[in-house]
């Protein structure tokens, strides 16, 4: 691949993410298990072939006990992954605090939490301090393994100290900062107190990358207004150096699920699945419990659109089926989420159910890649109503599994998917509860012709665009990218 030709046989990508691919856990006889871990970043990465790679990260789980520690860094170094231990204290003030209640809400516009939690505990002043402590753990042991000739890679929100953590360790180092959330308009991101020092932190790295040009744009302008620098999309002026921001829209690999439909597994489940809707329309939902995701709005839309067609209900015996993975269940805003969704599926399904049927099909789990395929495959629509959301890979997925079904991708526009699968698809605001209503029912109607000539646009954009070769851009313009710009007035 151009990659491995540029980095040569000895030249490895490290990958340094909050979390490792492998996650490590107890188990009542072997003492420790190792599953991989499920999410975008870790399907996206694992397209990348013929190069070396190595994952810095966090396994998952506390682990207190030295021994235990010894034996899962030898375990996961098998796996091609080094761990980095934090203990539950730090995880709860880096990464369920800072990181999650922070960051998270920040860069998908919902603003800063009423209450800052200053937590004094264990020497630990705020949740920034965490923060920072913890982005020094990552650095700590990318340093201990890092060769000259490696490449650098750092995902997303939680580590925005590391390419200066690791630039003063090394200032030749090839470092490169890639966020997969939205980065807000500048207006909103301005309200973090932290500011400067993050935006100044990440300008350290030699390349700089979003999954879409706005969020580029927004990093230019908060650099520009907050920090009083010079720059365009070109780069920014920084330090004496060019900083070179871009987009990088990522993707998936398409084959993966073309591939797994082919097989007996995925076939079965088809079967089993067909049999278990039938005579019903099936709207598919697909997303981690967050709030990001448009789960109340999608759920109002849903039930506008029983109440506009109750008349029709009997013909079109829809059914949305909800599959909501649990995540950040430590973090009370997304129990609350949780039970108002609990609510909104009861009320609706009490309202609309029927002694055979009822509306919503709403399940508090994950399903295994094999039913997702079967899943994706047999349903009539997807339907995401992100409030905001970097990408979403899971719209990506869907198109990949629909050759054979044509359905309809009903899509927010403030997706990041948006910005790529927009003429396949319907796109709406999920804010705008009468619109997403009338989507459904557009959806549901489309003539096969129609669904046909956007279901052509999306494969084609899905199927060509790939995990791998975002990846393989993102590295390669990582690569070629240098630290040392000399210093040139930007127009
Ligand atoms: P996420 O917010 O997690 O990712 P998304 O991009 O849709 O959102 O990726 C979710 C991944 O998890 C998909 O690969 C999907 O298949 C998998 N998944 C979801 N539900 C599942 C289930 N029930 N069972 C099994 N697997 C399931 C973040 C950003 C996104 C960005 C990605 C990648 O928030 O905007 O697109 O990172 O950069």
Request: hydrophobic share 40%.
């Amino acid at each position: 691949s151009r990659l491995s030709a540029l980095l040569g046989p000895n030249g490895r990508v490290l990958i340094v993410a909050n979390r490792l691919p492998v996650t490590a856990k107890r188990h009542p006889v072997k003492k420790w298990e190792y599953p991989s871990s499920s999410g975008g970043l870790v399907s996206a990465l694992q397209g990348i072939k013929d190069v070396q790679m190595m994952w810095v990260g966090w396994p998952g789980v506390s682990v207190p006990n030295e021994t235990d520690q010894t034996v899962i860094t030898e375990e996961l170094f098998k796996r091609r992954c080094v761990p980095v231990f934090l203990d539950e204290e730090l995880m709860d003030q880096y990464y369920s605090g800072y990181c999650n209640k922070i960051l998270w809400p920040l860069f998908h516009y919902l603003g800063l939490p009423q209450e800052y939690k200053i937590n004094k505990a264990k020497g630990i002043k705020s949740q920034f301090e965490a923060y920072t402590q913890a982005n020094q753990m990552f650095a700590e042991t990318v340093c201990k393994i890092y060769k000259e000739g490696d490449i650098i890679w750092c995902h997303d929100y939680h580590l925005m100290c590391l390419p200066k953590l690791l630039k003063q360790y090394n200032i030749n180092m090839k470092v490169g900062w890639f966020l997969h959330t939205p980065f807000p308009s500048s207006e909103m991101y301005r309200a973090l107190p932290n500011r400067a020092e993050l935006l100044e932190a990440v300008l350290k790295a030699d390349l700089v990358g979003f999954h879409a040009y706005d969020y580029a744009r927004h990093f230019v302008s908060a650099c520009i207004s907050l920090l009083g620098l010079e720059g365009d999309l070109d780069g920014i002026q920084f330090d004496r150096r060019i900083v070179k921001v871009d987009a990088f829209p990522i993707g998936i690999d398409a084959q993966r699920f073309t591939k797994a439909l082919e097989g007996p597994k995925v076939k079965e489940k088809i079967t089993e699945f067909k049999k278990l809707f039938a005579g019903r329309k099936v709207i598919l939902g697909v997303d981690r419990l967050d709030m990001i995701k448009g789960f109340l709005q999608k759920l109002l839309a849903f039930e506008k659109f029983l109440e506009k067609n109750e008349e029709l209900d009997s013909g079109y015996k829809v059914v949305l089926l909800q599959i909501a993975v649990p995540t950040r269940s430590d973090v009370p805003e997304y129990r609350k989420l949780a039970s108002q969704v609990h609510e909104l599926v009861a009320r609706v399904n009490g309202r609309f159910g029927t002694l055979k049927a009822t509306p919503i099909l709403h399940l508090d789990q994950t399903v295994d890649f094999d039913s997702l395929c079967a899943l994706y495959a047999i349903t009539d629509v997807a339907l995401i109503t992100s409030l905001r959301d970097g990408m979403n890979l899971v719209s990506y997925e869907y198109v990949a599994c629909q050759e054979s079904n044509k359905g309809v991708l009903i899509l927010s526009e403030f997706a990041g998917a948006a910005q790529s699968l927009g003429a396949g698809s319907i796109i709406v605001n999920p804010w705008d509860i009468a619109e997403v209503a009338d989507a459904i029912k557009r959806a549901l109607d489309m003539p096969t012709e129609d669904r046909e000539k956007h279901h052509r646009h999306n494969y084609e954009l899905v199927s060509r665009h790939t995990a791998q070769d975002w990846a393989e851009n993102y590295v390669c313009d990582l690569y070629n990218a240098t630290s040392k710009a000399p210093l040139r007035a930007i127009h």
